[in-house]
């Protein structure tokens, strides 16, 4: 719930988000410095160029209060790495009905 003094802040925000169908989530400019910093992480720029943006003394402020995980980012990775670890998997079973058919 939003205080009266600091509800003018918010207005603006509220206003901007109507017309995305946005208004009924708890969003603040404030909001947009923890998305700012996740699409910042999710486009590849550095911990350090976050932290300078955000005008962050600790950098473990940026990366643990400020970034969060993206859950298509993280499908992203698990898929990396199963498709290193799991390079044979794939041509085994490829090669297995291949077999089948002849």
């Not at 003094?5 to 909001?31: D, I, K, V």
């Not at 698990?78 to 794939?90: E, G, P, Q, R, Y």
Request: net charge neutral; charged share 15%.
């Amino acid at each position: 719930m939003l205080t009266a003094a600091s509800a003018w802040m918010h207005a603006p925000c509220r206003a901007e988000l109507g017309p995305l169908g946005l208004t009924n989530r708890p969003n603040s400019w404030h909001s947009f410095r923890h998305t700012h910093a996740t699409q910042l992480a999710e486009v590849g720029e550095s911990l350090r160029t976050a932290q300078s943006l955000l005008g962050h003394s600790d950098l473990e402020t940026t990366l643990n209060v400020y970034t969060h995980a993206i859950p298509d980012a993280q499908r992203r990775a698990v898929d990396k790495v199963a498709a290193i670890l799991f390079t044979n998997v794939h041509k085994i079973s490829a090669a297995t009905e291949i077999q089948k058919v002849n």
